[in-house]
């Protein structure tokens, strides 16, 4: 019995037909991408970072070193404004970055191409940054004032814990008896301030400077407020709250019924009170006044020694 191999001739020949035809196809579509010739994208910019201001804004990035670089162009507003950076060729990696300024308050998406010699670009590098202004400046607020007096004229002001993890310190001016104006500035850490000096009109300003991130290019302040001081009076404290406390760290009492701590503020300088003997060097004991207090001053009448 014979087999005819016409069938699976014409199966070959509609194969290839097909091959060629889906070739053709393919090539006319790559075609489409060399007209004017072929394409020669330059180096991408790498390692972007960004630094936001003040209505300003600082771009960073590096390029594999080219000879042919001359210059990169920064695009933002989709495509709207731009700036060129120019390149200087170096041995292996060049840092290039650049601040652009004035530049509106906002979030902006970034594009960046370089450029070379014979006006070939690479693909773009995008980063997104945010730029501060007026009203990031409208939502701080200066830290809270705990305290704030003359002590014999010379001002105390203690600042109350801040939140605001943004806060990087308060700045606090002066002008003194003589005319001249100062300076001083405290880290967040701080929460109080002891000018050694009598400032004029009996007040001093003070503002409080933010960060709004790590890297930061520009510092921001709250408008200076004026603190108006008074004189401290002191005013003495209700004895009746005193009582004595014996912490397991304190020293032992000498004679506590004989000789009670409340002796120290019974007002009868006949009375006395001390510890035990032994007690070692230093040592301590403890009362509690009652109250919360800032203790300005204590007097302390020394035992009388019998002749």
Not at 21 to 41: H, R, T, V
Not at 130 to 150: F, K
Not at 156 to 161: G, K
Request: proline share 5%.
């Amino acid at each position: 019995m014979k087999c005819s191999r016409f069938p699976t001739y014409i199966s070959l020949v509609v194969m290839i037909a097909l091959l060629l035809g889906a070739c053709s196809k393919m090539d006319s579509n790559y075609k489409q991408f060399l007209k004017g010739g072929e394409k020669i994208y330059q180096v991408l910019a790498d390692s972007i970072q960004v630094f936001p201001g003040h209505n300003r804004i600082e771009l960073s990035w590096k390029l594999l070193s080219s000879p042919n670089i001359t210059n990169c162009t920064v695009f933002w507003n989709n495509g709207m404004d731009s700036t060129v950076v120019p390149v200087s060729a170096g041995k292996d990696w060049i840092d290039v970055s650049t601040i652009i300024s004035p530049i509106a308050e906002g979030s902006y998406t970034f594009e960046i191409y370089t450029n070379d010699k014979a006006g070939n670009s690479s693909v773009a590098a995008d980063t997104i940054g945010r730029v501060y202004g007026d009203v990031y400046l409208s939502t701080l607020i200066n830290r809270p004032i705990g305290s704030a007096e003359l002590i014999a004229g010379k001002p105390r002001i203690e600042w109350l814990r801040e939140t605001d993890t943004t806060a990087i310190g308060m700045e606090v001016r002066y002008v003194d008896q003589a005319g001249a104006s100062h300076e001083t500035l405290l880290p967040i850490t701080d929460s109080l301030i002891s000018i050694d000096d009598v400032p004029q009109g009996d007040s001093v300003q003070y503002r409080t400077l933010f960060l709004p991130t790590s890297w930061a290019i520009d510092t921001f302040y709250t408008p200076y407020e004026t603190l108006n001081l008074e004189e401290a009076v002191p005013v003495a404290l209700d004895k009746s709250l005193f009582k004595a406390l014996d912490l397991t760290t304190d020293a032992p009492l000498y004679n506590s019924k004989a000789n009670p701590m409340s002796n120290l503020w019974d007002g009868d300088l006949t009375t006395w009170y001390r510890t035990a003997n032994g007690s070692g060097s230093p040592h301590w004991y403890t009362l509690d006044l009652g109250v919360t207090a800032k203790l300005s001053s204590y007097t302390v009448w020394q035992r009388g020694v019998k002749t």
